[in-house]
């Protein structure tokens, strides 16, 4: 590809974080510049449920991700690039990102978690599944063949026709695809699936340079490669070092996904060894973690950005975040509460609507809840993580994790 083609995305690391891996930095891409750490929101469908994208671009969300699997299942990758993609698509002018779809698609029939079981000694390889699980995926070094969960059809995604989704899809920033194991699986097994991910994401890199070159009356969008390894420290430095070293004919990786098996205690860990082996000069993307104290142990190992689908889902739930904890809005404490949800929120909600009122929309299972909900969640985490980007830079990065953490889980308020 050409150096003309590639300019339009770029990284700079800014200011680095006193004796941590952490530190603040400025990702520009074709539909705008992203400040780490940044909170990325995540419209699945191409719709952060129940708000509207202006909505999500007032309460500061710098970029959405949506996923491949579902965009590619309903209404399909080629409606979107027709459209003129993602961004375009949805009414968002910002950064988009789009996921593989490896996640989805390996974790079919098992209600999207991760229990995949594998005992090395019979190991095959089409027995990915936990057993009793009804088994709506398989994996081989090809590919993984799935059942949709929409109306049952056989699909097949490769590294090939994952590359091919995202670039139909158009988003800024993508995903190589990858197999995401389990803490469940053998060591025996995340090694050999290391290597299958290490060649996908060769066929990936490989793929990627042919249909930019194709496509290149299109805006560039650049690809993250995806570094698995689960919770063992060879594996996890191996396949930073691996993916970080690919060059496919002058095609490389422009940043990296830290995916997989994350071990809520062992997270930072991980995400130290990860950042340690990979180059400065490229952003990292932690894929699906969005708890405040995953984000500031994100942050300080050397992370700049996040998804998590919880913020928005937790909201329709009436679970919403305070200061002093998670709380559940239908709780019979809130009915007569004519203030915010949270006093010190700069939210939309919290600017225009009480406690007690949003208490009533639940209750009453008005669409609004949600919609109202899900801006305040959405907020408090999107702001969280620039608080933490602003105080990298004044030097009170550990004052802020001190107080919010100590505050936040102190109460143990709900859900
Ligand atoms: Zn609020």
Not at 158 to 180: K, N, R, W, Y
Not at 243 to 254: A, P
């Amino acid at each position: 590809m050409s150096a003309q083609t590639k300019k339009t995305f770029s990284y700079e690391k800014k200011v680095q974080l006193d004796g941590a891996l952490g530190h603040t930095g400025e990702i520009t891409t074709p539909h705008g510049v992203i400040q780490t750490p940044a909170f990325i929101p995540v419209g699945t469908k191409a719709t952060v449920k129940a708000v509207l994208p202006e909505s999500m671009g007032d309460l500061g969300a710098q970029a959405l991700l949506a996923n491949a699997y579902h965009l590619y299942l309903q209404p399909g990758p080629d409606i979107v690039d027709e459209a003129g993609g993602l961004g375009k698509f949805m009414n968002w002018s910002g950064p988009t990102f789009t996921d593989s779809g490896g996640f989805q698609v390996l974790s079919l029939g098992v209600g999207f978690k991760k229990v995949i079981a594998m005992n090395e000694d019979t190991f095959r390889d089409d027995q990915v599944i936990a057993e009793g699980k009804d088994r709506l995926a398989h994996v081989d070094d090809d590919g993984v063949t799935f059942k949709s969960h929409l109306d049952g059809s056989i699909h097949r995604f490769t590294p090939e026709v994952s590359i091919g989704i995202q670039h139909q899809l158009g988003a800024d920033i993508m995903f190589a695809f990858d197999e995401c194991t389990t803490l469940h699986n053998t060591r025996g097994y995340q090694q050999k699936s290391l290597e299958r991910t290490r060649l996908w994401a060769k066929r990936c890199l490989v793929e990627h340079g042919r249909l930019t070159e194709l496509r290149s009356d299109k805006p560039y969008q650049a690809l993250f490669g995806v570094l698995q390894g689960a919770q063992y420290e060879d594996l996890r430095r191996k396949a930073a070092k691996d993916l970080s070293g690919l060059d496919e004919d002058g095609i490389t990786f422009d940043g990296f996904g830290l995916g997989g098996a994350l071990d809520k205690e062992k997270l930072g860990t991980i995400v130290s060894w990860l950042c340690e082996e990979l180059p400065d000069n490229k952003p990292r993307h932690l894929l699906g973690i969005g708890e405040p104290d995953d984000l500031f142990v994100g942050v300080e190992n050397g992370a700049d950005t996040f998804d998590c689908v919880a913020p928005s889902r937790q909201a329709r739930t009436s679970a919403v975040f305070t200061k002093d904890g998670r709380v559940n809005l239908t709780n019979s404490k809130y009915q007569r509460q004519f203030s915010p949800i949270d006093e010190s929120c700069d939210c939309y909600t919290c600017n225009h609507y009480t406690a007690a009122y949003l208490n009533h929309l639940f209750k009453a299972k008005e669409m609004l809840a949600s919609t109202l909900a899900t801006i305040h969640n959405e907020r408090f985490i999107v702001r969280l993580v620039d608080q933490m980007r602003d105080a990298i830079t004044n030097g009170d990065f550990y004052d802020l994790k001190a107080d919010f953490l100590g505050r936040f889980y102190a109460g143990k308020a709900g859900a």
